[in-house]
């Protein structure tokens, strides 16, 4: 008997020794979270996953304003609208010096398109499909922005949008799923670097997941219906982009999915992100969400939203104060388990460690970055070319740009000497009086060369009710007191006086943006009365639009020779726009958003699916307007340069794709022109026939490239199999066997085209 224990006690051993081998070791991040969270009291815990805002700058409605009490109680792990070095070191000695732990604080920011250096707004830079221009100006805005004692910004936003009325358009990267997500891993390299643990960097959010820009009637906050294969072939992917970049955390939308809201959607926050993603940073609710699953219908009271979102996902309440005020509760009444709030806790104190937080809580509290690494000749150099690539030229009749440094030139419009618009919306700790008007611009450019009249020509809007909106907003629209007609009949008689005018024409930051939603989305109606008396004076006029969207420009298009979209251009907005105009730098831009004729065109976008019954101008009853074409005004893809390229020789290395091979397309591009330029090369692929209906074509593939005048230079694209990839009826990704057409061109519309069989 003694030896038959002897044996199976040497089994039991050996049995031990493999399983230990197996295990894998705590990693010292693992080792001194779980030590941290044996040492926290539930209260303690709870705290790590409020987030405050310091009130320095709102973005929502306030709820709470005793921030600082909550921070010297434990009660608040993260504070949002905190910058500066003085204020954010003020704030950290409170929570670690002060509280019984020490844990420090996060201290997040919008910081969306630049923090004191504004580059052009998300949607302008997409113009530019430079993907690593994108990567450096979120690395520029991360490195101001950390000088600052900000250490996590709520961005980027990689919602896809299909439908120009809301604002959030200009936040985004327009309406493509493959260049989106390009831009968006594109971000997060920016913000984040290749080491949070360095002082210049700071962690990246995912927002806002998902489905945000599929919002009914393009009207913010508002209900979405999306189908399990659209939401993952249009809606996800950016967001998995973001994940594979190795992104610190999301931020869950307003909006539901399938009927659950976001903020408490289990398929969404567990299914998706955490099993299927592995994603292992935290989440955290968009402002006040998790209360507003009451107004949704969905959560009895607060104390029930809560604990739906914690035990679907959610580890952060931004703003919303549930967490803070009924979480204990909710595991007294066994709602919410320790467990999941340990894990939640555990997400975030990841985050921090990997910040490099725990290690020196100061280390983004450095006051002499502050005063050497902000605004400087070279951010602002970067934001002036970062800006030049976002400018898109949509129409040049009779090639009246680029103008000459000469003459008389006048610069007329409520846009035109305007500073305080330029930097757009979501623009940070940005001044907007170091913003460079177009004015300012043209004077810089010209050097006294050229004689520049001035003239205001209309207020921005005159809508009354939209103006009292707006400035209630913050806003602050400065309204000319002249009457519409003094102000117009002051802007003809200096057009006459001119020889070429300038029309600055277009929105103002605040009407577009979040809670900026627009039914109508032309250039407002008095701008449009001063535009049609400058027609009327029979003088050249280049239009250039400052806006946040894509507006309808049908008449603009038919009755203006040139027409220049600038988006708001940041803070070196004015030089930039100036660079284009007189042929300093060749336009290279291409429209990331298609821009309708017509509001009642809404949704159209390049990539739609096909339908039983496409437009046939011969046939009655088949898809179309009775009033207007399908087409878009100016497809997606599509920029015009002063300079001109050739497409031609299109080969395909093969006519037959293998499952495990490649092949080559290949196309001539020739600048046949007479100015250097850059030009776009788009690559689109249309699934003839699938077991799952598909989009008429899909981008795949774009290259970039600088050619000199009358040069000629070979394109590539490589195709494989995970370019015809889509999600079949059981929600898997798969590719099948069949024929493909691919087109090869500079926008959407055209190209030359070819087709291929995959085997």
């Not at 949002?80 to 509280?99: H, P, S």
């Not at 979405?224 to 249009?234: A, G, H, K, N, Y």
């Not at 549930?322 to 104190?349: M, P, R």
């Not at 009457?483 to 009407?511: F, H």
């Amino acid at each position: 008997m003694k030896r038959n224990y002897l044996f199976c006690l040497g089994i039991l051993f050996l049995f031990l020794g493999f399983t230990t081998k197996k295990e894998t070791p705590l990693s010292p991040k693992e080792i001194f979270i779980n030590d941290l969270i044996t040492k926290m009291t539930l209260e303690e815990k709870i705290g790590q996953m409020v987030l405050f805002t310091s009130d320095w700058d709102v973005t929502g409605p306030t709820l709470r304003t005793t921030y600082l009490d909550d921070i010297r109680e434990g009660k608040a792990g993260a504070v949002f609208n905190a910058y500066t070095v003085e204020y954010t070191r003020k704030l950290q000695k409170i929570a670690v010096e002060e509280t019984r732990l020490g844990i420090p604080l996060l201290f997040g920011y919008d910081v969306i398109h630049g923090h004191r250096t504004i580059f052009p707004i998300p949607i302008a830079e997409s113009c530019s499909w430079d993907i690593n221009a994108m990567e450096n100006s979120a690395r520029i805005a991360a490195s101001e922005a950390s000088a600052e004692g900000i250490n996590w910004t709520f961005a980027p936003m990689v919602d896809i949008t299909r439908d120009p009325r809301w604002g959030r358009v200009a936040e985004g990267s327009g309406e493509d799923v493959y260049l989106g997500s390009l831009i968006a891993a594109a971000r997060v390299k920016g913000f984040q670097g290749s080491d949070l643990s360095k002082n210049n960097t700071i962690v990246a959010c995912a927002k806002h997941f998902a489905a945000y820009g599929a919002a009914h009637g393009g009207r913010d906050y508002n209900t979405v219906d999306v189908s399990e294969i659209s939401l993952r072939e249009t809606y996800l992917p950016p967001f998995k982009a973001c994940v594979d970049a190795g992104v610190g955390t999301f931020m869950t939308a307003f909006n539901d999915v399938n009927g659950v809201p976001a903020s408490a959607n289990n398929f969404l926050l567990q299914n998706i992100l955490r099993e299927e993603w592995n994603f292992k940073g935290f989440v955290v609710t968009d402002y006040t969400s998790i209360n507003e699953m009451i107004n949704h219908g969905f959560a009895a009271n607060e104390k029930n939203a809560g604990e739906l979102s914690l035990n679907a996902g959610v580890d952060m309440d931004m703003q919303g104060a549930v967490f803070y005020n009924f979480l204990k509760q909710s595991v007294e009444d066994g709602k919410v388990t320790i467990s999941t709030i340990n894990n939640a806790v555990k997400n975030i104190l990841g985050i921090k460690y990997d910040l490099g937080l725990f290690e020196d809580p100061y280390r983004y509290c450095n006051p002499e970055r502050e005063k050497t690494e902000i605004m400087t000749a070279e951010n602002l150099l970067a934001a002036r070319e970062m800006a030049q690539k976002s400018i898109v030229l949509l129409k040049n009749e009779n090639a009246l740009l680029p103008l000459d440094k000469k003459g008389t030139i006048a610069l007329i419009g409520p846009l035109a000497n305007d500073q305080r618009n330029l930097i757009g919306n979501w623009s940070a700790a940005g001044d907007w009086k170091t913003a460079v008007s177009v004015f300012a611009g043209v004077t810089n450019a010209t050097e006294g060369k050229t004689n520049i009249l001035y003239s205001k020509g209309a207020n921005i809007i005159e809508d009354k009710i939209l103006l009292k909106k707006l400035n209630d907003n913050g806003g602050n629209i400065e309204i000319d007191t002249r009457t519409p007609d003094q102000m117009i009949k002051d802007a003809v008689e200096i057009a006459n006086k001119s020889d070429v005018v300038v029309m600055i024409l277009g929105e103002s930051q605040g009407m577009s943006g979040e809670a900026a939603s627009r039914s109508v989305i032309g250039i407002p109606e008095n701008q449009m009365d001063l535009l049609k008396a400058i027609l009327k004076t029979g003088k050249p006029i280049v239009l250039v639009l400052m806006n946040g969207r894509p507006l309808t420009l049908t008449w603009e298009n038919e009755n203006i020779p040139a027409i220049v979209e600038t988006w708001f251009a940041g803070t070196e907005a004015g030089n930039a726009i100036a660079d284009i105009l007189f042929g300093d730098v060749n336009p290279s831009g291409k429209l990331t958003m298609s821009f309708p004729q017509s509001v009642g065109q809404i949704p159209v976008y390049y990539n739609m699916k096909k339908t039983g019954r496409p437009f046939d101008p011969n046939s009655k009853y088949n898809s179309k307007y009775l009033d207007v074409e399908n087409t878009p005004l100016y497809a997606f893809g599509y920029g015009l340069s002063y300079t001109t390229f050739e497409y031609s020789n299109l080969k395909l290395s093969s006519e037959v794709l293998k499952k495990d091979k490649t092949i080559t397309v290949s196309v001539d591009l020739k600048n046949s022109g007479v100015r250097d330029g850059v030009e776009i090369t788009q690559l689109y692929i249309t699934d003839k026939v699938a077991s799952i209906t598909r989009p008429v074509k899909e981008l795949q593939g774009f290259n970039k490239m600088f050619l000199k005048a009358g040069e000629s230079k070979v394109v590539t694209f490589t195709i494989s199999t995970s370019h015809l990839s889509f999600y079949g009826s059981e929600g898997k990704l798969i590719y099948e066997s069949g024929e493909f057409d691919i087109q090869v061109g500079g926008n959407s519309e055209t190209g030359l085209k070819k087709s291929f069989v995959l085997e």
